[in-house]
């Protein structure tokens, strides 16, 4: 056997790390568009009940980084949209995702891009995932607070933006506020033990 069909043979053994790490990435992408899936039917029954959906989106961003965080998101919301119930309460399809509330789902895909972005750009340090976080859960906000006023409004009737935010927004602060300390807590302490 000669020098040339060493190598060949080598390079037939060798494992081709470019497409390992695609396979890992798609593994992580499904994995937490999973988690996100979960994290939407665990609902805490107070006077609003809450999920914590966005605590899956905040840790798919701040594990994940921007690109495969907001992939995972994206693949969340198309099994969604083909009518997987995958969205709170075991909801799914065209009308659970153009709904009132529709645009606070779609907000996530912002919410993860922002705090994917940060963590890449400044490392998953404590202060860099919360301020990531609470930017994400602002733009996530507002998209969806503009998203309900627009479909309220078209379906029902005008709305002001006060009226929206007491029924969109404030109830869920305090909730959201927690889920961003559980969120950073994790993503910090997750990526001291595993880097995905």
Known sequence: MNSTEIKKEEKTKTPNRRTDSHILDIAYIAMFAAVI???????????????????????????????????????????????IPVFA???????????????????????ALIVGFMCDKLGRKLWVLAVSMILGLLVCYA??????????????????????????????????????VCATILVNRLDKIIKL
């Open 143 to 180: 998209f969806g607070t503009a998203w309900f006023m627009v479909v309220y409004s078209a379906n029902t009737g005008a709305i002001d933006l006060m009226t929206a935010l007491s029924w969109c927004v404030i109830p869920y602060l305090l909730f959201d506020a927690a889920k961003i």
């Open 89 to 111: 309460g075991f909801s799914g399809g065209v009308d659970a995702l153009f709904g009132n509330t529709g645009g606070y789902i779609i907000g996530f895909i912002f919410t």
């Open 37 to 83: 899936t979960v994290c939407a039917q665990i609902q805490v029954p107070t006077t609003v009940p809450f999920t914590l959906q966005t605590l899956g989106v905040f840790v798919a961003g701040g594990m994940l980084g921007w690109k495969r965080g907001t992939v995972s998101v994206l693949l969340y919301i198309l099994l969604g949209l083909v009518g």
